[in-house]
């Protein structure tokens, strides 16, 4: 079965830092380009962050830009995401996502399957 | 303030057909693939439809989508009580280089 399983969530302080990890299994990590995407209470989906196979490629939305920075394991079969200079907008689940794409279409991706997420609470 | 526009709530009886609109421009839906998610209450999001209209393997035939130009649509037929939840569209961004999202529509079953 694929699954992907967040951990790292809690209460932090504003200015504060966190790092949140995702552990895949049921399939070759190594072969997908993976994601975060956040939510915060109540609030819409919010793309976050996403790295390639190799981890030669990164992007980030604009609103954690410099703040949050996506990494890979491969060996480990993992996703991390740390997060620093954390504000109270950053509150939200975060989930990790496998990203999909149709094999001859560009510009074609989907985001199957979510992990359950993890909550991030900044707050003093 | 969403990129792609959804209407916050739509409503309808069971057995009823509902359709949800998501208005998007040229360098998300105009020119790349739109995809559907729907979370139920406490879930995570789980895709519906992706490359515009094509269904995953599992996903009831009761939902279908389409695209024309810088729109697209979810349809849901036959509603029924557990189809309440939240439904989100996205597609991939070129200028992001990465996916943007509806605002999400909440979908109450009368």
């Known amino acids: 079965e694929v699954q992907l399983v967040e951990s790292g969530g809690g209460l932090v302080k504003p200015g504060g830092s966190v790092r949140l990890s995702c552990a895949a299994s049921g399939f070759t990590f190594s072969d997908f380009n993976m994601n975060w995407v956040r939510q915060a209470p109540g609030k819409g989906l919010e793309w976050v962050s996403s790295i390639s196979t190799t981890s030669s490629h990164k992007y980030y939305a604009h609103s954690v830009k410099g703040r949050f920075t996506i990494s890979r394991d491969n060996a480990k079969s993992s996703l991390y995401l740390q997060m620093n200079s954390l504000r109270a907008d950053d509150t939200a689940v975060y989930y990790c996502a496998r990203r999909r794409q149709h094999q001859l279409v560009r510009g074609v991706y989907w985001f199957d399957p979510w992990g359950q997420g993890t909550l991030v609470t900044v707050s003093s | 303030q969403s990129v792609l526009t959804q209407p916050p709530s739509v409503s309808e009886a069971p057995r009823q057909r509902v359709t949800i609109s998501c208005s998007g421009s040229s360098s998300n839906i105009g020119n790349n693939g739109v995809t559907w998610y729907q979370q139920l209450p406490g879930k995570a999001p789980k895709v519906l439809i992706y490359y515009d209209d094509l269904l995953p393997s599992g996903v009831s035939d009761r939902f279908s989508g389409s695209k024309s130009g810088t729109s697209a649509s979810l349809a849901i037929s036959g509603l029924q009580s557990e189809d309440e939840a939240d439904y989100y569209c996205?597609?991939?961004?070129?200028?992001?280089?990465?996916?943007?999202f509806g605002g999400g529509t909440k979908l109450t079953v009368l």
């Open positions: 996205a597609a991939w961004d070129d200028s992001l280089n990465g996916p943007v």
